[in-house]
Structure formats: C-alpha cells, structure tokens
C-alpha cells in the first residue's frame, strides 16, 4: 500500500515562496507518474506540475510555468513543488498523487487516473 503526506503549506503574502513536500510510504512502483494538484473552493481540481521520471518528462500547467518548479529525491522518497512569485489565484489545497505507468502531456491533468493521493496541504496567499 502507498501513502503519501504532503507537508509545506502555510500563508504567504504576494510575491512569496514556498515549498511543498510529499513523502512516499510503502511499496512504490518501479515506473511511475507523480503529480501536484490543486483546488480552490468551489473549483475542480485541477494539475499544477506532473513528472514521468522514467520518460524523463516534467508537465506544469500554463498558469504556473516559469514559476513552479517539481522536483524528486529519490534517496529521500519525496516528492517537491518549489513555488516562487506567489499570487492570490494559487491559494488552494494542493494535492500529491502518484501512479504507475506512465503520463503524457495529453493525460498527466487526468485526476481519475491517479490510484493514490495524500491528504492536502493548504497554501493560501494574500495580496
């Protein structure tokens, strides 16, 4: 069984920087797809950044390009989100999820096929 914590969020002013972090319990697969997802009150879920170690791909969402950055320590099983130049439209509960396989930019959004997803971790900014 896999369980995934995030950890990292927390309230910044406009501008600002955090990092997010899911660590990986349990049996994981040898080739898989993690993804950071988010969402706001009254929003659907939506994909912020994905990764597909294994076809050495990384996916973020237009909204966040240029500003997030999804990284992973293997050593460590964690999985990270840097996010810098924060705005009040990223506040939300962000999501880690993981899959075996593998993701393409056609599919890494797709919330339906991620089998494991951790509890959340809420960042909120403010202008």
């Known amino acids: 069984q896999v369980q995934l914590v995030e950890s990292g969020g927390g309230s910044v002013q406009s501008g600002g920087s955090l990092r997010l972090s899911c660590s990986v319990f349990?049996?994981?697969?040898?080739?898989?797809?993690m993804g950071w997802f988010r969402q706001a009150p009254g929003k659907e879920r939506e994909g912020v950044a994905g990764?597909?170690?294994?076809?050495?791909?990384?996916f973020y969402a237009d909204s966040v390009k240029g500003r997030f950055a999804i990284s992973q320590d293997n050593a460590e099983n964690t999985l990270y989100l840097q996010m810098t130049s924060l705005k009040p439209e990223d506040t939300a509960m962000y999501y880690c999820a993981a899959r075996g396989g593998y993701c393409t930019s056609e599919d890494w959004t797709s919330t339906y096929k991620f089998a494991y997803w951790g509890q959340g971790t809420q960042v909120t900014v403010s202008s």
């Open positions: 349990g049996y994981f697969y040898s080739n898989y797809c």
């Open positions: 990764i597909y170690p294994g076809g050495g791909k990384i």
